[in-house]
């Protein structure tokens, strides 16, 4: 019987990037996709690499985020050398557009939270923004630039890995779903996967909004590894005239330039269980998004419409790390920012495997979080 060293459940982005990074660290690697690799939210997604915050909540996601972010170019170099193939990376930038009334101090106040985190930005007059983008709208009241954002093309990107990964060794089998994890005492040895036993010296559950039930009758995933599907829906326009440069980003929605002119325009964010159907609720708020920032893409053509499912936590962080079973590693839970927590999600895994000190700190993201929750203080009123 074949045993590897690492069997990761899932080849979504992340499943594929660790694939690579401990091919490259000489370990057997085995990736175990239910379906055919990265066709999941890491096909969906929009593809912007930005650490800057959406929320408050989200906080203490940035300096995993800058950690990322630092990390790109090194990883699509190595990605490309690798396999060949374009992911599509630029280096263009974002700028996030404030239409309201007080949009000058909502830029003003989005600065100084980016810059507090350590997240580049400063505000820019809308006449610099209308020489870098002439097809910016007349909503926009105030923009900030954010100019070390960038972007890679999900879907180019994750041929890449994945074809980056199988050629330094690692295996890929599709349609080898997993339903279930071997233990042995207080140590994982293995998965049960399309009904045979595959066993590993560790493995790595990274099987996104899917990862609190792979194994249905084991309690300990949906406690350590609590995910949901949050649908994002999204939409990929051939402009007739306007044209974009950089990612053009207001509270309301996104707009991404692809390098063959494309622009992608996004999204929404549901709580609607597995289902991923497209609705016109969903394709209105994107479009009305998309012509208050370009109005000139009022005549382009629509050239498709999809949905994904992003891995949402209990709060908003990602699952990441060693837990209290031996062997047994958790990556998921990337929610919005999968594309972009790619090569600090790889490299922090090789880390944990091979026992190589890594200097970054991550243990707010740590599986043990929801098994120790940290009492809740008690409000005063
Ligand atoms: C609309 C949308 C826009 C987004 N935009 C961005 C963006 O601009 N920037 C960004 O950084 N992120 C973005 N994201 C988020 C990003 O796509 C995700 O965080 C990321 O793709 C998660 O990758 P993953 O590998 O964990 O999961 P997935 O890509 O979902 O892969 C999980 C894999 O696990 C497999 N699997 C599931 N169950 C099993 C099982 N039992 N056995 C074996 N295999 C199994 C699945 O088949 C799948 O291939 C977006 C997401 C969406 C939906």
């Given at each position: 019987?074949?045993?590897?060293d690492?069997?990761?459940?899932?080849?979504?982005?992340?499943?594929?990037?660790?694939?690579?990074?401990?091919?490259?660290?000489?370990?057997?690697?085995?990736?175990?996709?239910?379906?055919?690799?990265?066709?999941?939210?890491?096909?969906?997604?929009?593809?912007m690499?930005?650490?800057?915050?959406?929320?408050?909540?989200?906080?203490?996601?940035?300096?995993?985020?800058?950690?990322?972010?630092?990390?790109?170019?090194?990883?699509?170099?190595?990605?490309?050398?690798?396999?060949g193939?374009?992911?599509?990376?630029?280096?263009?930038?974002?700028?996030?557009?404030?239409?309201?009334?007080?949009?000058?101090?909502?830029?003003?106040?989005?600065?100084?939270?980016?810059?507090?985190?350590?997240?580049?930005?400063?505000?820019?007059?809308?006449?610099?923004?209308?020489?870098?983008?002439?097809?910016?709208?007349?909503?926009?009241?105030?923009?900030a630039?954010?100019?070390?954002?960038?972007?890679?093309?999900?879907?180019?990107?994750?041929?890449?890995?994945?074809a980056?990964?199988?050629?330094?060794?690692?295996?890929?089998?599709?349609?080898?779903?997993?339903?279930?994890?071997?233990?042995?005492?207080?140590?994982c040895?293995?998965?049960?996967?399309?009904?045979?036993?595959?066993?590993?010296?560790?493995?790595?559950?990274?099987?996104?909004?899917?990862?609190?039930?792979?194994?249905?009758?084991?309690?300990w995933?949906?406690?350590?590894?609590?995910?949901?599907?949050?649908r994002?829906?999204?939409?990929?326009?051939?402009?007739?005239?306007?044209?974009?440069?950089?990612?053009?980003?207001?509270?309301?929605?996104?707009?991404?330039?692809?390098?063959?002119?494309?622009?992608?325009?996004?999204?929404?964010?549901?709580?609607?269980?597995?289902?991923?159907?497209?609705?016109?609720?969903?394709?209105?708020?994107?479009f009305?998004?998309?012509?208050?920032?370009?109005?000139?893409?009022?005549?382009?053509e629509?050239?498709?419409?999809?949905?994904?499912?992003?891995?949402?936590?209990?709060?908003?962080?990602?699952?990441?790390?060693?837990?209290?079973?031996?062997?047994?590693?958790?990556?998921?839970?990337?929610?919005?920012?999968?594309?972009?927590?790619?090569?600090?999600?790889?490299?922090?895994?090789?880390?944990?495997?091979?026992?190589?000190?890594?200097?970054?700190?991550?243990?707010?993201?740590?599986?043990?979080?929801f098994?120790?929750?940290?009492?809740?203080?008690?409000s005063?009123?």
């Open positions: 019987m074949k045993s590897f690492v069997a990761i459940i899932g080849g979504g982005v992340i499943g594929a990037s660790i694939a690579f990074e401990l091919a490259g660290a000489k370990l057997r690697v085995a990736v175990l996709d239910r379906q055919q690799p990265g066709r999941e939210a890491s096909w969906a997604a929009a593809g690499l930005s650490p800057a915050p959406d929320s408050a909540r989200d906080y203490p996601l940035a300096p995993l985020g800058l950690e990322s972010l630092k990390l790109y170019p090194e990883f699509v170099a190595a990605i490309e050398d690798g396999s193939q374009s992911t599509g990376y630029a280096r263009e930038g974002t700028l996030e557009i404030f239409s309201t009334p007080s949009g000058e101090a909502d830029r003003d106040r989005r600065v100084a939270e980016c810059r507090r985190l350590g997240v580049a930005a400063e505000p820019v007059t809308l006449d610099t923004a209308r020489q870098w983008e002439p097809a910016l709208g007349p909503a926009a009241r105030a923009a630039w954010l100019c070390e954002e960038g972007t890679a093309e999900p879907r180019s990107l994750m041929s890449a890995v994945l980056a990964a199988q050629s330094r060794g690692a295996e890929f089998r599709s349609d080898c779903g997993v339903t279930g994890l071997i233990r042995e005492h207080d140590r040895t293995g998965v049960i996967a399309a009904g045979g036993e595959i066993f590993a010296g560790h493995v790595v559950v990274a099987a996104g909004c899917f990862s609190h039930e792979i194994a249905p009758e084991d309690e995933l949906a406690r350590n590894a609590p995910t949901r599907p949050v994002g829906q999204m939409m990929a326009l051939r402009p007739d005239g306007a044209s974009l440069r950089r990612v053009l980003r207001s509270d309301k929605g996104y707009l991404v330039p692809r390098r063959d002119g494309r622009i992608v325009a996004g999204s929404t964010s549901e709580e609607a269980g597995f289902q991923r159907r497209v609705t016109p609720a969903g394709m209105r708020k994107i009305e998004a998309a012509l208050e920032l370009l109005p000139g893409l009022a005549g382009a629509v050239l498709e419409i999809w949905s994904g499912l992003r891995p949402g936590t209990p709060d908003d962080l990602p699952i990441l790390g060693p837990t209290d079973i031996d062997g047994l590693l958790i990556a998921t839970g990337h929610y919005r920012n999968g594309i972009l927590l790619a090569p600090v999600t790889a490299k922090l895994v090789r880390e944990w495997i091979t026992g190589a000190r890594g200097g970054f700190d991550a243990s707010a993201y740590s599986p043990l979080r098994a120790n929750p940290k009492p809740k203080t008690q005063a009123h």
